[in-house]
């Protein structure tokens, strides 16, 4: 009925926000700390994270760590990190 | 000159209110000031692609 999916479609809103809350405040919680990120051709590289744009497809970080020396403040594209990591 | 026929974030925040419904504001203003934060570092720091 009419009354059931529209229940269902606020209990699907409420997960969707609940778990995109969730996600946003992950960020929020990784800014200034130092992460580990995976990336492609098993690559891994470490920076302090500063800021992410809201479509998640650039994370601006600092003194990231590369094989080939520090670079002081650099921008991540989110498609090329396949996992990372930071202690709370 | 006409104007615009429609506000502009107008379709965005329809879309937001699809996806999440009541909380759509509080959902948005986190997305904002998110984005705030990142512009504003950008523009001191301007980082480069590694």
């Not at chain 1, 590289?45 to 970080?61: E, G, K, P, R, W």
């Not at chain 1, 670079?71 to 396949?82: V, Y």
């Amino acid at each position: 009925s009419n009354n059931c999916c529209s229940s269902n479609l606020r209990e699907e809103q409420r997960s969707r926000s609940g778990l995109r809350e969730r996600f946003l405040r992950s960020l929020i919680a990784m800014a200034g700390k130092p992460v580990d990120f995976t990336m492609y051709e098993r690559v891994s590289v470490t920076a302090v994270f500063a800021a992410s744009d809201i479509d998640i497809l650039n994370f601006q970080v600092s003194h990231l760590q590369t094989p080939l020396g520090v670079q002081k403040e650099a921008l991540l594209r989110c498609p090329d990190i396949i996992a990372y990591a930071f202690d709370l | 000159i006409q104007p615009p026929a429609e506000r502009p974030g107008e379709r965005r925040l329809v879309e937001m209110k699809r996806l999440y419904g009541d909380d759509a504001t509080k959902i948005q203003g986190m997305e904002t000031a998110m984005q705030l934060l990142f512009d504003r570092k950008c523009d001191g720091k301007q980082p480069k692609y590694w």
